[in-house]
């Protein structure tokens, strides 16, 4: 056993342990129950009543850069083998199928010099997952038929990631690197790089897979973070009795530190230009220094990141928003391919730039170079730092407990990255090493820098290059000696300068006294003909935090797509407008948010509640005195027209967005506004802002450190200063807002609309239709036990695509649920993704609904209930449920009390009935399968939908002979909805 102390804080009411088993694995112990918790008095097999989650993270110190070079994507893929079945566990989806049976869910990535696994579950079911994980470690089983037809969901992940910038831009930051050196790497795999090519040289892959395994996944390069109610004895004596059967050795962590600067090459030193997989129009800046991990608790690059991505006044990027060349900046660490790789470090400062902007890139890096000068003529800024340092002690000193899975997710990376001590706190910036910093500063030079362009604009300017895994297209050039010597030679300017104070800080952390007779949001606080506010005074979590909702409802905000534009444009340009202040508030934890929904405007704040009002005036203000420039208009106006486009070239997107406009009464997709963003004018727009506060509801939520006074007088200050009147017709904005589909199966189909995009995705929605809160709950009773199944049969079995995903809905009171499949359409026709979801629910409901037991019913009633006594973690997680429940208008605030009290009425014959009326393919069901479908080059019959059709619209093709039963195929969402009645 470790006796290393883990710095935690103040406010952390857990108890941590460090261990290090005999064959070399640390583990970190954390335990989340009561302090009187009696080991005697605890079941060594989980407490069956408990409600609570426990978690597990395991990272291994072997990735993608250990594998051999003939075989790339191997490490992700033995990631992916892992869940493949085990010795002691030989069933392919024995984990899965084990952890979904006690709502858990679970996870893995692959990175350069590491890999992470992770689960949660319910605590009753804990030390049984630990078993099965325990044995991915062991002894896994890597059968070569599982890895046939594993290699194929590796496949359709690469094709998923295959339009992602960033993966993109990974792939080809690794051609210029030093030839050999790892970073370089095809870290993703796909069926060329782990079966076709092996194939041909005689490689066995299976074999390599348990050569890397028995290589590189050793105990002593092991890191273990587990997180439960059990105690701290209790959770060591599982780990030892369950994870000493891991391998070890006395073989030395691998690491890279011994390679030069992969980067300091000609071909990284050049601008490319690059032809992007979405519209965008975007700069990054990118240098590479040598690794930083050893200066953890100093993060250098991080605090330059700070700096240099300031948006306040006097910043980088406030001086180019004032000259209409850029827009946003983001700069810090890149991860490329990792922030804590041991090899480099790079630093990048990134820009979405105007069409001025692109036009003058240059001068856009003569502002980011004049902005270093003043960093080293005027020094580091140590106030600054110290203004960090002092958030960052303010935000562990109050630090609140998260969902228990992405806690060991984070915990398990940072055992491999900080020393033992500083497992919780090595995130923070710990210390200030000016040295260190000015000497990150220098390396920052115009003569060792990358520069990458991203802008549709570059097709025609040359011959183009494609990288080889990705097929991203680009060409270079050098960068001009004229320009690294105005840049080197640059001079400050007055319109730069360092950050001011952050007037933001919170200083008082008194929790107020309650001051209101309603405690658990019974009735509104206020309630006239133009508002509506709830409020709750924390009595719960009792941290000096708090949050400030509000909608505002307006009757001109979705009436047409025009007005749905609009609405979405003013939302943006006030986002831009408030950004100077709100963007010291957000450095000092405290959050604003300002989103546009179909019905109006929403305004979240949420943080240390001694300021938190202090910024919600300042916005509302800044909101009040609003004027659009022109040019400002004319920038945002062409990125939200971008956004849509982009939008509709993503076909999880484009899928999710026709299904809502489809089923939701004035829903406008953006297919629909993006026909309609470019009639938009600066005049229209303001005549549609004046009228959206003429024609007004305003609803809002305020809870936590708050007085009922100030909350009161939050909510009139908003409404005087926004001189909101009272809406003509209230009840417009209260009507329900779903379509009753027709009885049979309806189907919206339409083609990708990128060109070179195999990406398709089928989603299968089933409509009950309206039901009270009983009906709502044997739904969802059935899409729990529907779950495993279906990822079984669907992706494990079939392999049908790497996404599947079932969802049970109910929204304005309609139940309902969804089946969605992300495929391929070189390996599925529609027509197959279509009908094997029909035999799947065949199926289900044959051998899992009917033939149920009442012990089995028992056992799904006990995993709900048990879920649903899971308590909020923090009090923002209670604020975001009581807001949902004021959007969807349905003000169940007890919902979760009401949930548990209905589920004990329910019976096995109700959902053997329900299954009946509503699951089985037999029954008369209503449903609407909503079909993107990705455009195959590739001559051949398999791809039933038939020739490449228009991008624009739906595909007007006829499904062939008994491809649906009763079938209705719309070519528009007028028609569509012609055919149904409102609820």
């Keep these: 056993m470790s006796s290393v102390e883990v710095v935690k804080s103040e406010s952390d009411k857990r108890r941590y342990r460090v261990i290090t088993l005999k064959n070399g694995l640390t583990a970190l112990l954390v335990s989340d129950g009561s302090e009187n918790d009696d080991d005697d008095t605890q079941s060594r097999n989980g407490d069956a009543t408990d409600s609570s989650f426990s978690a597990a993270a395991l990272c291994v110190r072997a990735g993608s850069w250990m594998e051999p070079d003939s075989l790339p994507g191997l490490a992700h893929f033995l990631e992916h083998m892992l869940f493949m079945g085990s010795s002691k566990y030989p069933a392919e989806n024995d984990f899965d199928t084990y952890i979904k049976s006690y709502c858990g869910q679970t996870n ?22 630990l078993d099965r994980f325990a044995n991915f470690f062991i002894h ?50 796909n069926q060329e790089s782990l079966q076709t090519a092996p194939a041909s040289l005689g490689v066995d892959v299976c074999q390599a897979l348990h050569c890397f395994w028995k290589e590189n996944y050793l105990a002593q390069y092991m890191v273990l973070a587990i997180v439960s109610k059990e105690s701290l004895d209790v959770l060591q004596s599982w780990v030892e009795e369950l994870f000493e059967g891991i391998l070890g050795s006395s073989k030395p962590i691998q690491t890279f530190e011994h390679l030069e600067t992969p980067f300091d090459t000609p071909l990284f030193k050049r601008i490319y230009k690059i032809i992007p997989s979405e519209n965008i129009c975007r700069m990054q800046l990118t240098w590479a220094l040598p690794s930083l991990v050893g200066h953890y608790r100093k993060k250098p690059l991080n605090y330059l990141g700070m700096l240099v991505g300031h948006e306040g006044p006097g910043s980088i990027i406030s001086h180019l928003r004032d000259r209409n060349l850029a827009r946003t900046i983001e700069s810090t660490v890149f991860e490329i391919p990792d922030e804590f790789n041991t090899a480099c470090s790079c630093f990048y400062i990134a820009f979405t730039l105007t069409a001025e902007g692109m036009a003058h890139f240059e001068t856009v890096i003569t502002t980011v170079f004049q902005y270093l000068k003043l960093l080293s003529s005027q020094g580091l800024h140590r106030s600054f730092w110290d203004e960090a340092f002092q958030i960052e002690k303010i935000k562990f000193r109050y630090l609140e ?153 307006s009757c001109e905000a979705d009436r047409t797509p025009y007005s749905a534009c609009m609405l979405d444009l003013y939302a943006e340009l006030l986002k831009d407008h408030i950004t100077e202040v709100v963007y010291p508030a957000e450095l000092a934890e405290i959050s604003c948010q300002v989103t546009a929904l179909d019905r109006g405007i929403v305004f979240r704040m949420s ?129 329900n807002r779903m379509k009753r589909l027709p009885l049979g199966c309806s189907v919206y189909m339409m083609h990708n609309r990128s060109d070179d995009d195999e990406n398709s995705v089928i989603t299968n929605y089933y409509q009950y239709g309206e039901c009270d809160l009983h009906g709502f709950l044997i739904n969802e009773m059935i899409l729990g036990k529907m779950e495993e199944p279906c990822f079984s049969r669907l992706r494990t079995a079939k392999q049908l695509g790497y996404h599947v995903q079932t969802g049970s809905t109910y929204l304005y009171g309609v139940a309902g649920f969804t089946v969605t499949i992300c495929s391929l359409a070189s390996k599925c026709t529609m027509q197959v993704l279509d009908n094997s ?103 051949s019959s398999r791809q039933a939908a038939g020739s490449r059709r228009s991008s624009h619209g739906p595909s007007r093709h006829q499904p062939p002979p008994g491809f649906y039963t009763n079938l209705r195929l719309f070519e528009s969402v007028e028609a569509f909805r012609s055919q149904c009645d409102d609820f």
């Design 108 to 129: 893995a990535n692959t990175h350069a010099e590491w890999t992470e696994y992770f689960f949660d579950i319910q605590n009753a079911g804990f030390k049984g997952a």
């Design 140 to 189: 896994p089983l890597m059968c070569k038929g599982s890895a046939e037809k594993e290699v194929k969901m590796i496949h359709a992940e690469w094709a998923m990631k295959s339009r992602i910038e960033k993966v993109r831009f990974e792939q080809l930051m690794g051609t210029m690197a030093k030839e050999g050196h790892p970073i370089g790497k095809f870290t993703w795999g």
């Design 401 to 553: 407990q998260i969902d228990p899975m992405k806690y060991v997710e984070q915990l398990a990376k940072d055992m491999i990255r900080y020393q033992p001590q500083d497992y919780l706190q090595g995130s923070l910036m710990l210390e200030y090493d000016e040295p260190l910093l000015q000497s990150c500063l220098d390396k920052l030079q115009p003569h060792t820098m990358n520069v990458a362009l991203w802008s549709m604009g570059f097709r025609n300017e040359g011959m183009l290059t494609k990288e080889k895994w990705f097929q991203t297209e680009y060409l270079t050039e050098d960068i001009s000696n004229d320009w690294v010597q105005t840049w080197m030679n640059c001079d400050c300017i007055p319109e730069l300068f360092l950050p001011e104070p952050n007037v933001y800080i919170a200083s008082d952390f008194r929790l107020e006294p309650s001051d209101c007779s309603i405690r658990f949001l019974e009735m509104p606080l206020t309630d006239t003909e133009v508002s509506r506010l709830w409020y709750r005074k924390d009595e719960d979590f009792l941290v000096p935090k708090a949050s400030i909702n509000f909608f505002l409802k």
């Design 607 to 735: 943080g240390f509640s001694h300021k938190l009002s202090r910024l919600f005036l300042a916005v509302i203000e800044s909101v009040a005195t609003f004027h659009i420039r022109e040019e400002l208009f004319g920038s945002v106006k062409q990125e939200l027209q971008d956004f849509y486009e982009n939008c509709t070239l993503s076909p999880e997107i484009l899928n999710k967005q026709l299904r809502r406009s489809l089923l939701y009464n004035n829903h406008w997709d953006v297919l629909r506004k993006r026909e309609c963003i470019s009639t938009v004018s600066l005049e229209s727009l303001t005549d549609f802002v004046e009228n959206f506060y003429g024609q007004m509801f305003v609803e809002g939520l305020i809870q936590g450190n708050i007085s009922s006074r100030q909350a009161k007088s939050l909510e009139a200050f908003l409404l005087d200063r926004l001189e909101i009147t009272v809406a003509d017709n209230p009840e417009y904005l209260k009507q």
């Design 837 to 939: 979801i029909e035999e799947f629910l065949q199926e289900f409901h044959r051998d899992h609904i009917e033939t149920m037991t009442e012990e089995s019913f028992q056992e799904i009633v006990s995993t709900q209930l048990q879920q649903k006594h899971c308590d909020d973690a923090n009090m923002q997680g209670e604020v975001d449920r009581h807001w949902r429940e004021i959007l969807l208008n349905s003000y169940l605030f007890d919902r979760q009390t009401k949930e548990i009290s209905e589920l004990s009425t329910i019976t096995l014959d109700e959902l053997k009935s329900w299954g009946r009326n509503f699951i089985s393919p037999e029954s008369n069901r209503r449903k609407l399968s909503i079909q993107v479908v990705g455009n195959y080059r590739q001559s």
